[in-house]
Structures are given as C-alpha cells and as structure tokens.
C-alpha cells in the first residue's frame, strides 16, 4: 500500500497522478479532477485563489490517505492541490485511486475527497463580477 500526498503552486498532472497507481495488482483506477468552474450560484467567475496552512494540509491529507488505505482496499492513494491563483479550467485537485476493484476504488476515491474538503485547511475565494468572497468547502 502507498499514497503520494503534494501540495504544490504547479500545474497539476493527471497523467503524473495516474502513473503512480497504475500497478498490475489494480483492476481499477478511481479519479476526481476538480477543475475551476466558470459560474457560481448563477454567478460569473473570474479566478479562484487557493490557500493553505501547509504543515497541518499535508498531516491531514496524510490522515486522509492512511484511513483510505486501512478502510477501502485500496492499494495506492494520491491525494495532489494546488494552492495559488487559478483560472476557469485549470485544475486545483486530484484525487486518485488504486484498488483491486472498482467498487474499492469507487468508494475510496469518494471518501478521500468529501474528507479533503471536510477537514483539510485549505481556503477558497472567489473572484466574480460582483466581488470577493472566501467561500465554505461544503456546498
């Protein structure tokens, strides 16, 4: 079992994330992309900026990917963020899975990032026409 957790300013890769659970042990593979959505509440978007208090973001992902690895059957979890200013398309997360099984991998790749987004100190805020706002990880 193996996890690969990244916080980075960098371009995100999901080819970079999907060359380390690839293994022939996993007959599924699991992703979430989240990508910068161009509205919001019926609201155009201009840019999100991204932070994160980065010691207690990465114990947590590990956290995050240990439980996964323990509680899912999963043999591999990458949990990749970026912090930093972002625009419509680019991509602020991946979540990505390994596991023997699709139903595994589903599941596991599921729990990683509602948690992600639960308990991990990483703050959002939005740039629309009308302003900023930071904004809740929960919809």
Avoid: Q
């Amino acid at each position: 079992m193996t996890k690969n957790i990244h916080i980075t300013r960098e371009t995100l890769s999901i080819d970079a994330c999907r060359s380390l659970i690839a293994a022939p042990k996993n007959g599924g593979e699991c992703f979430f992309v989240g990508t910068v959505r161009n509205v919001t509440k019926g609201e155009r978007v201009e840019k999100l900026v991204f932070e994160a208090y980065e010691p207690m973001a990465i114990k947590e992902m590990h956290k995050i990917a240990d439980t996964t690895l323990l509680n899912y059957e999963a043999s591999t979890v990458v949990i990749h963020h970026r912090i930093g200013e972002l625009h419509i398309g680019e991509i602020p997360v991946i979540i990505a899975v390994g596991a023997p099984h699709r139903d595994a991998a589903f599941k596991a790749c599921r729990f990683a990032i509602d948690t992600l987004k639960e308990t991990v100190p990483i703050w959002k805020k939005e740039f629309l026409e009308s302003g900023e706002v930071w904004v809740s990880a929960h919809p």
